[in-house]
């Protein structure tokens, strides 16, 4: 069918478009805010005044960020009651309310403490600004709580019952504390400190190799590599179990991700494909380069086990472009693998350099390499993010609505110009805050900001 009188179709790729777009900011949003609580607690136990320098610089960046977050959201929820009526009338119970509990409970709660984090330096004493900028991270977080619990849902739904065309819940704990949810939640919090973490030794380490105050973002780009040491080897162990889980709750997408076909016997090792072709037309891969045993080793951990599938479910119930679920996967692990590697080899080339002398720097082929991961943690979210909505179809609710039976009765039209007019905006939307953030770095800092009294835990 032709694309621009496929109201479907279209439907999708907009709320994909704006849905890819939206999350580029909470990523950094979440993870900043974290760093912003590290770098000022320890201006307040130093008196270090680097630290204060750099919680009034990322800070900045911080502001920008989330504007952008809060404006490109904003659609999305419109779009369930214009795009996807009858999946808002399905869900709206549960849905809506966890909706509401995220405008209610954490997007008020940043914005009542966030002036206080940007504009409170001269007014406020420090422990009130720290608690400011701790209920800005904590409702960061709490966002994207209940975002990944709304989500989640989805994918996974539980306590209620469908009666009358709606769902009903029976058990707010039931559905809210669902394991998977959980499971889901925790590996895009890791994203975001590990994407915000690389972000903030990216650009430290461009100040360094433009030898531009080097003694200032070395602090920076320490506590980042510090930081990633611990939540690299987290954010793999997390999604590895995320993974698995998979297996036994939509078995499709997870037979999709690794293009496995036939369900092998329990007598049997499964092979895990490295690369191939998969192709849905044939129900089988065209080519690939193949592992013996590996599969059921990553599932099982065992060199025999049975793993389903993709012809266990018909055509219409399995995942489409499988392809892209394939590669977007291996992307996503190839680029957390890069990352993690990155990280051990800068903190063992510190380690060394400290141990000789008190001053350290690093090669210029390493701070380049840091650079270059600026854009890399955004990339391997964006595709986690498809292989985890992709992957979901064709259904919107899995397992209890398809999503072509989830779209609004919209003319074709109406819905192509909304798209070519959200990808216009998001695009301008996008060149501004690339403007706007390098105007940002390369002003550069502050280092002489003032220390009123009331900011000043170290004055007498």
Not at 64 to 77: C, K, Q, R
Not at 294 to 301: D, K, T
């Amino acid at each position: 069918m032709d694309l621009l009188h496929d109201s479907l179709l279209l439907s999708r790729l907009q709320f994909a478009i704006t849905s890819i777009f939206h999350i580029l900011w909470p990523l950094l949003t979440v993870g900043l805010s974290i760093f912003l609580i590290a770098v000022e607690a320890m201006w307040m136990k130093t008196g270090n005044k680097d630290y204060l320098i750099h919680a009034q610089f990322w800070s900045k960046l911080f502001l920008l960020n989330f504007g952008l977050g809060v404006v490109s959201g904003i659609p999305l929820e419109f779009e369930f009651g214009t795009n996807w009526t009858p999946f808002s009338r399905l869900s709206g119970e549960f849905f809506g309310n966890i909706l509401g509990y995220d405008g209610a409970m954490a997007l008020m709660l940043e914005a009542g403490f966030l002036g206080i984090m940007m504009f409170g330096w001269q007014r406020v004493p420090a422990k009130m600004h720290l608690f400011a900028t701790s209920m800005v991270a904590f409702g960061s977080s709490l966002s994207a709580f209940w975002i990944m619990i709304a989500n989640g849902w989805m994918h996974n739904p539980s306590g209620g019952h469908i009666e009358a065309g709606r769902y009903i819940v029976d058990s707010y704990k039931d559905a809210l504390f669902n394991v998977n949810h959980f499971l889901g939640y925790a590996h895009m919090w890791l994203a975001c400190l590990a994407t915000s973490l690389f972000v903030v030794g990216g650009i430290s380490a461009w100040y360094l190799l433009h030898n531009r105050h080097t003694a200032l973002f070395q602090k920076s780009l320490i506590l980042a590599m510090i930081g990633l040491l611990l939540v690299t080897p987290l954010q793999i162990v997390v999604g590895d179990i995320a993974g698995l889980q998979l297996f036994h709750t939509q078995p499709a997408k997870a037979a999709a991700i690794e293009a496995h076909w036939q369900t092998n016997s329990d007598s049997e090792g499964a092979e895990w494909n490295i690369i191939a072709w998969p192709d849905k037309a044939s129900q089988t891969n065209t080519w690939a380069l193949s592992i013996p045993h590996g599969l059921s080793l990553i599932v099982n951990h065992a060199m025999y086990g049975k793993v389903v599938g993709l012809k266990d479910f018909v055509p219409e119930d399995q995942p489409p472009a499988i392809p892209l679920i394939f590669y977007t996967f291996r992307v996503m692990i190839a680029i957390g693998f890069a990352m993690a590697g990155l990280v051990l080899i800068s903190v063992i080339a510190w380690w060394r350099q400290r141990k000789l002398t008190n001053a350290w720097t690093f090669p210029a082929w390493l701070l380049k390499c840091w650079v270059a991961t600026i854009p890399l943690g955004y990339i391997a979210t964006e595709c986690g993010w498809i292989v985890r909505e992709v992957g979901r179809q064709p259904w919107i609710v899995y397992g209890l609505l398809r999503t072509e039976h989830a779209v609004s009765n919209l003319p074709s039209p109406v819905v192509a110009t909304s798209l070519i007019l959200f990808i216009a905006i998001y695009s301008l939307l996008l060149i501004l805050f690339l403007l706007f953030a390098r105007r940002i770095i390369m002003n550069g800092p502050n280092i002489n900001p003032p220390l009123p009294y009331p900011n000043n835990p170290h004055a007498k």
